[in-house]
């Protein structure tokens, strides 16, 4: 369990290691959310990489790619056509 004071401007630091273990930076973005009266902080990053994820879920194969061979086809083909 870790601890962080709450300043006079409502700020608070987040422990060193619970920032490597949430793979914080400077500049990122937390989200803070209620669940069953428990409170979560997230990395936005990481929800937003979930949600794309989901989002683009079975889209590689929808097209045609069913390898990781048949996407680098695809992109070498491109090259081609760009370079021409």
Same mark, same amino acid.
């Given at each position: 369990? !870790? &601890?962080?004071?709450? +300043? %006079?401007?409502?700020?608070? +630091?987040?422990?060193?290691?619970?920032?490597? =273990?949430?793979?914080? @930076? *400077?500049?990122? =973005?937390?989200? $803070?959310?209620?669940?069953?009266? *428990?409170?979560?902080?997230?990395? %936005?990053?990481?929800?937003?990489?979930?949600?794309?994820? !989901? +989002?683009? =879920?079975? !889209?590689?194969?929808?097209?045609? $790619?069913? +390898?990781?061979?048949?996407? &680098?086809?695809?992109?070498?083909?491109?090259? @081609?056509?760009?370079?021409?």
């Amino acid at each position: 369990m !870790e &601890v962080a004071r709450i +300043t %006079s401007k409502g700020q608070i +630091t987040i422990p060193r290691d619970i920032r490597v =273990k949430m793979d914080l @930076k *400077k500049g990122d =973005k937390i989200l $803070f959310f209620e669940e069953n009266g *428990k409170y979560f902080l997230k990395n %936005s990053a990481s929800i937003a990489l979930k949600n794309i994820q !989901e +989002t683009m =879920k079975g !889209e590689a194969e929808r097209v045609g $790619f069913n +390898t990781p061979e048949d996407v &680098v086809k695809y992109i070498k083909s491109r090259r @081609k056509l760009r370079n021409n």
